[in-house]
């Protein structure tokens, strides 16, 4: 497995401070000066540049089925950049850190998406009504969202009752990132051939978006493996997607949910509301997740670094759950002084498999969606990546999560039909007037 993510990423480019996951994160609490794709002096005050611009709306409504961008009632100034053209400077109690933060998390994970891409993005919606996407950084809503020609986040309430700003928390803009990168290659079904899904799928794609985006960290790969000592079968912060505190998240990747789990959706309210449609994303999630940890340790153990009863004990090949301390002190030991290889393969892996969504993901049919579909092309895509290396481990991953057995289907295709239709035609009618 080649590493081409990093490898293309270190291009030259633009400075931005990132908090690579949530402030409210001890390890995280100081942000990260990452670099994306244009050159200093090409992204102009806002931030903005050729494919999308901030505007740091005061008073502004969430954008519903009525309303579209551009945004036009009263806004902060824009941000500038420096003398050279960087955005590094900006400290993070400075009111226009957070436009700064939104706009870099969103140009960085597309820029590390284009890469697994091999081309570029090409956004869905219609150029000549929204030229370029809109980012808002703060409405006074307890959610975040993307549609045609924006994006915009809120806020999320902690355990404590206190407000936390989604724009300065990484997963959830790299989340709706993935709704706009999903939309740009996958596209919306037509009316009657909607499943649920589909809905589900998209909820999952979000979710990969981010977890694959922070993979491409130091910081967060760094954090990640001292935490486990190398041993991601453990419950660790890689899982934990939109963290709101140290004990607290969104959603988990690593979750245990089948899709006999998973209640079969029998109404339109319930498959357009966000809880159904991420419930059902989650045996796919985890099914992905498991499959990077299976990874992984095959890596590590091709590589040297673990041996055979190490990788026996860990359950990975007995496809048991393991809770043993001796498993701990044996991956301790083994990822003692080799903290550097340990990266390597995780990273790595984190590559492969970003391609490989990213083949799947271009190749993949709206109308008719199931997970079996995507299955089918995962396995096309290993074949062509790596002759069929990883096979085994990605059917058995998705076999556990019954998956390819008799998923959520016909009946959720008709209970997803009155929301598709109107997605369609605010997706489809709307941006092709």
């Given amino acids: 497995m080649r590493s081409l993510t990093r490898t293309t990423l270190r291009r030259p480019g633009t400075r931005f401070k990132l908090f690579v996951q949530s402030p409210v994160l001890e390890a995280y609490r100081n942000p990260e000066t990452v670099w994306v794709s244009p050159q200093p002096g090409t992204i102009g005050p806002g931030p903005f540049d050729d494919r999308m611009y901030v505007t740091d709306a005061i008073g502004k409504q969430p954008y519903d089925d009525l309303h579209f961008p551009p945004y036009v009632g009263p806004k902060r100034p824009p941000v500038f950049p420096d003398r050279e053209g960087h955005f590094d400077y900006l400290h993070v109690d400075d009111l226009g850190f957070r436009s700064a ?71 959830v803009p790299a989340h709706e990132v993935g709704h706009q990168i999903i939309y740009s290659v996958v596209g919306l079904p037509t009316p009657g051939a909607e499943t649920a899904e589909y809905f589900g799928f998209h909820e999952s794609a979000g979710d990969l978006t981010a977890l694959f985006a922070k993979l491409c960290f130091n910081k967060v790969v760094d954090h990640v ?20 505190s140290e004990t607290t998240q969104i959603r988990i990747a690593d979750n245990t949910l089948k899709m006999s789990d ?96 990213a083949w799947a993901w271009r190749r993949l049919l709206p109308n008719y969606l199931s997970y079996e579909n995507f299955l089918d092309l995962l396995l096309a895509g290993d074949t062509i990546l790596t002759g069929g290396a990883y096979r085994k481990t990605i059917k058995s991953c998705f076999a556990w999560r019954e998956i390819g057995t008799g998923t959520v289907g016909g009946g959720s295709r008709r209970s997803a039909g009155r929301l598709a239709e109107r997605l369609s035609r605010t997706y489809q009618e709307v941006s092709h007037e």
């Avoid at 370029?132 to 809120?154: I, R």
């Avoid at 493996?225 to 660790?236: I, P, R, S, W």
């Avoid at 890689?238 to 709101?244: A, T, Y």
């Fill in 262 to 357: 998973v209640a079969d959706a029998d109404s339109p309210a319930e498959i357009s509301c966000q809880p159904a449609r991420h419930t059902l994303a989650q045996p796919l999630t985890g099914a992905i997740f498991d499959i990077l940890v299976d990874i992984y340790q095959q890596t590590l153990l091709e590589r040297r670094l673990i041996g055979v009863s190490l990788d026996r004990a860990s359950g990975r090949v007995s496809g048991d759950t393991v809770d043993d301390p001796m498993v701990g002190a044996m991956f301790a030991a083994a990822y003692h002084g080799r903290h550097a290889a340990f990266k390597r393969a995780l990273q790595d892996t984190g590559d492969y498999l970003g391609t490989l969504l």
């Fill in 225 to 244: 493996l001292t935490q486990t000592a190398g041993n991601l079968y453990n419950l660790n912060e890689l899982s934990r997607i939109g963290e709101l």
């Fill in 101 to 171: 933060h939104l706009y870099g998390t969103v140009r960085r994970v597309l820029d590390i998406w284009e890469s697994y891409f091999g081309q570029r993005i090409v956004w869905f919606f219609n150029s000549r009504l929204w030229p370029k996407l809109e980012l808002v950084p703060y409405v006074d809503w307890e959610n975040a969202q993307s549609g045609p020609g924006y994006l915009e986040t809120g806020y999320e309430v902690d355990e404590s009752g206190r407000r936390e700003l989604l724009c300065l928390n990484f997963d």
